[in-house]
């Protein structure tokens, strides 16, 4: 996604929570606006000195032929009913027969250098936030149910504010909406970011969120958060999303990490009905431009815009409402 995309996700994630009534919205909404920032330093230069470097961004796969391959095989009714949220994608890829049968058997992997791995970036910051919300300033810790018996003997400049703690949430809804992304999850060519489909897809969803969600608004003058929170639920009309008021519960034994891999499979999975592995061979160099492979047909377009947009918003909330309940115990 690009910037625009990245902070109505984090900010609309926030409003799916306050529906929700949950107790994290009380922590988040207030900071809204301070925090939206955090939904696109991942992507920016100064950012990549830290925790942002480019594959930490994506979980490219490609089939696979090596030793253990049957590990990477993910049947399609298994993988559905592993995830816990994408409840988007796991309705589109289950009603519509788009994909083979063959094409679940196959086995599929991503070949991520050392320490580069989405799932590991999300996994991390979000055993950092649990850190953070435990060692929160007075107005955190208040939020967060259970005492902590040691923070009198801290610093209170030492504590995590609360527009702090909403930062490094927004941080983290980067990685969980760029897992929801097809084009971070494909290993062919065409996914590449320059090669006509994945910026231009990204240049399309940032058009349909708007300028309310441009960094120089927000920057500038902006909005209160309030304000920003009221603007991001008006974008379910206009994408045609139907978000429910709920959120759901990661499924046990699962974790962040295992969450992310999941959710890159089936993004992967939804990359290959919009560039057909038939048509565009995972060995191939051809491209998929987006005004062939989705601009000329606005099902598909609509369809992948509702999908990728929900569940980046549902996951992020989900991820977080997760973290949220661990730190609660």
């Not at 925090?35 to 979980?59: C, S």
């Not at 969803?205 to 960094?215: C, I, P, Q, S, Y």
């Not at 046990?252 to 999941?262: A, F």
Request: with cysteine; hydrophobic share 45%.
């Amino acid at each position: 996604m690009n910037q625009p995309t990245h902070a109505w996700i984090a900010v609309r994630a926030v409003a799916l929570l306050e529906d929700a009534d949950s107790g994290l919205a009380k922590l988040l909404a207030p900071s809204v606006q301070a925090a939206a920032i955090g939904a696109w330093i991942p992507d920016l230069t100064d950012g990549k000195r830290g925790g942002g470097q480019t594959q930490h961004h994506v979980l490219k796969m490609v089939p696979y032929d090596g030793p253990g391959k049957q590990r990477f095989v993910a049947k399609k009714a298994d993988l559905l009913k592993r995830l816990s949220g994408s409840a988007a994608v796991k309705a589109y890829l289950e009603d519509t027969p788009l994909l083979p049968k063959a094409w679940w058997s196959q086995p599929y992997k991503a070949d991520p250098g050392p320490g580069q791995h989405l799932a590991n970036r999300a996994m991390a910051i979000a055993t950092m936030l649990r850190d953070l919300l435990v060692i929160g300033s007075k107005d955190v810790d208040k939020l967060v149910p259970g005492a902590v018996k040691f923070l009198k003997d801290m610093d209170e400049d030492a504590l995590t504010r609360q527009d702090q703690a909403a930062l490094y949430f927004f941080m983290l809804s980067h990685f969980i909406a760029d897992a929801c992304m097809p084009c971070h999850c494909d290993g062919r060519a065409l996914a590449g970011f320059s090669a006509g489909l994945h910026e231009e897809l990204e240049e399309h969803w940032g058009k349909e969120v708007g300028r309310e969600f441009n960094k120089k608004t927000l920057l500038g003058t902006g909005g209160s958060s309030k304000e920003l929170l009221a603007l991001a639920r008006n974008v379910d009309e206009v994408v045609g999303l139907k978000l429910s008021k709920r959120v759901p519960d990661m499924k046990k034994g699962r974790d962040v990490w295992l969450e992310v891999v999941d959710m890159c499979r089936a993004s992967f999975a939804l990359n290959a009905v919009i560039a057909p592995p038939e048509k565009y061979p995972y060995n191939g160099k051809g491209k998929a431009p987006f005004a062939k492979v989705l601009e000329k047909d606005p099902d598909l377009l609509a369809a992948v815009d509702r999908v990728v947009l929900a569940d980046a918003v549902v996951n992020t909330a989900m991820v977080w409402s997760h973290i949220w309940d661990q730190v609660r115990r």
